[in-house]
T-cell receptor, first 111, second 113 residues
Framework: ETGVTQTPRHLVMGMTNKKSLKCEQH?????MYWYKQSAKKPLELMFV???????ENNSVPSRFSPECPNSSHLFLHLHTLQPEDSALYLC??????????FGPGTRLTVL | GEDVEQSLFLSVREGDSSVINCTYT??????LYWYKQEPGAGLQLLTY?????DMKQDQRLTVLLNKKDKHLSLRIADTQTGDSAIYFC?????????????FGTGTRLLVSP
């Protein structure tokens, strides 16, 4: 499989649940990114990892917890989310500061 | 601060040209990008332009950059119904080891037969 994959594609969770989003890239890139896409708002960069080290955290609430065990995998652990966290969560990867390649996203609904 | 603006909606007829506009604020941007997002999908890179260029053509796509006015446009020639999607412009802030992009809100292009 090539490119950037994300699982699950859709997720519905209650505010007290704990769930995780997974991203995997098969491109040999060093950098991986999490974005949040809400309706009528620009994509918001949440986290950046470079060679497994977190380099950006854009004031994201602690109920979102990223994990990057290696350069190919990125997780976003979710707990006690709010309904306003419902959005499309996109993962991307890049080689250095070159173009980013995006996954298809996980559509998250928080009830 | 960093801000990228786009009009929200554009409607054209099949066969016409489409022009999607974008303004950005950071004059130090190194690259400017156009991404396409189809329903239920992630973002697909369409094209990009280096900040020292003023035009780039790639088949049906033409990118124009006016650095003085911080204005970027994407022209799609002979627009097809398959071009219906949301188009995002983004400026690259540049970093060592990774890329920081600032995206616009996206322009929804609707192409009618």
């Amino acid at each position: 499989e090539t490119g950037v994959t994300q699982t699950p594609r859709h997720l519905v969770m209650g505010m007290t649940n704990k769930k995780s989003l997974k991203c995997e890239q098969h491109l040999g890139h060093n950098a991986m990114y999490w974005y949040k896409q809400s309706a009528k708002k620009p994509l918001e960069l949440m986290f950046v990892y470079n060679f497994k080290e977190q380099t950006e955290n854009n004031s994201v609430p602690s109920r979102f917890s990223p994990e990057c065990p290696n350069s190919s995998h990125l997780f976003l652990h979710l707990h006690t989310l709010q309904p306003e966290d419902s959005a499309l969560y996109l993962c991307a990867s890049s080689q250095e500061a070159n173009e980013q390649f995006f996954g298809p996203g996980t559509r998250l609904t928080v009830l | 601060g960093e801000d990228v603006e786009q009009s929200l909606f554009l409607s054209v007829r099949e066969g016409d040209s489409s022009v999607i506009n974008c303004t950005y604020t950071d004059s130090s941007s190194t690259y400017l990008y156009w991404y396409k997002q189809e329903p239920g999908a992630g973002l697909q890179l369409l094209t990009y332009i280096f900040s020292n260029m003023d035009m780039k053509q790639d088949q049906r796509l033409t990118v124009l950059l006016n650095k003085k006015d911080k204005h970027l446009s994407l022209r799609i020639a002979d627009t097809q119904t398959g071009d219906s999607a949301i188009y995002f412009c983004a400026e690259s802030m540049g970093n060592t080891g990774f890329q920081k992009l600032v995206f616009g809100t996206g322009t929804r292009l609707l192409v009618s037969p």
